[in-house]
């Protein structure tokens, strides 16, 4: 049943958004960053068919140096004008590094906090609780599933399994210190498991998970040679999902509080299945250090064109505060079907990691897929 379908913003929303509109223009003005991915590793011990970075066991290239991002993170504290600093520490797969305690301190000590993104394939009780007193406050783990779904994408037996006992021990450390430690699990969906979302919610909400975000797939890295998009009518139903699960309660009157991710502009679904209004904020508020020491912003934006120094070469917070034009100023971007667009005020061209390079259009249009 469609919920929302041909609805437009109620009056409401529509001065909602343009007051956003006005806090947008100055977030991007002032440009502070608030998180940093750092790429510690392109090294994974999964072969998952949708890999962005097409990650690999053996990678071609080394772990960067923790003394190396070290120098970033001193570079941020003596330079930037937001003091406080989320660090999210990703891959690859970050517990196969063995230093993570230290870099964790590292961290700490500098007075920024720090989370990691794993697939919890090595995850321990004994190996979260080393992360715990080396300060970690948050973690990610990714579902894409029940087994059979789950194992499709992830390609290795024992991921399910890994990934549910991560979720128990996150989620009872979550319970015990509800304050210093925060979590959340992310699916990726596709054509074989877009119709098993609600045994899924259930299924998490029953492990104890409030937090769940939801990304659609795009053809980027390994998962341009596999047919997982959604089509306009999955990708209609997955809208109306997210937003009925706003709502859902299960038999024992219990929720799951649920965002889909910030892949672009939905029009008449924007408040509906997110808490805020589309934003991308690569190069606005996000930046990343990629394992070859590449400056960059979200981790999910690769592109030749995107990438804005190297900490080898330059100082971290001088590209940061000199560089970023085209993210900051996104009129490169109106062209082809964009140049007409009457909703180009709000999408600005989509997200960007939907974008090849400058002259590419984006992957796919979400208004497209919604109308």
Known sequence: MRTTKNNRLSL????????????????TKKHELNYLFWECTLRCNLNCRHCGSDCLKSSGIKDMPLKDFTKVLDSIKSKNTAKNLAVAITGGEPLLRDDLEKAGLE?????????IVTNALLLTESRFRSLRQSGLTSMSVSIDGLEEQHTFLRRN????????????????????????????????VQHGNIGILPELRDFLIQRGVKDWRIFS?????????????????EYRNLMDFIYQTKTYRNREG????????????????????????????????????MCDGSISACLSVRGKDFIQGNIYNEDFMDVWNTRYQNMRDRSWA???????????????????????????????????MLS
């Open 12 to 27: 409401g929303d529509k001065l909602k958004r343009n007051v956003f509109s006005i806090y947008r223009k100055g977030i």
């Open 157 to 188: 037996p024992k991921s399910f399994q890994t990934v549910v006992n991560a979720i128990d021990i996150m989620a009872a450390e979550h319970n015990r210190n509800p304050q210093t430690f925060i979590f959340d699990v992310i699916t990726c």
């Open 334 to 368: 109106k062209k082809g079907k964009c140049a007409k667009c009457k909703s180009w005020k709000w999408c600005l061209g989509n997200g960007l990691h939907l974008y090849e390079n400058m002259s590419s259009p984006a992957a796919h249009c979400n208004m497209d």
């Open 217 to 233: 797939i795009f053809p980027t890295g390994r998962a341009a040679n596999e047919d997982l998009s959604l089509t306009p009518d």
């Open 254 to 289: 219990k929720g799951i509080h649920l965002n889909y991710s910030c892949e672009g502009y939905l029009g008449s679904y924007e408040l509906k299945v997110r808490d805020f209004f589309f934003f991308c904020r690569a190069g606005i508020n996000v930046g990343s250090v």
């Open 107 to 115: 961290i700490i000590k500098r007075g920024f906090s720090w989370g």
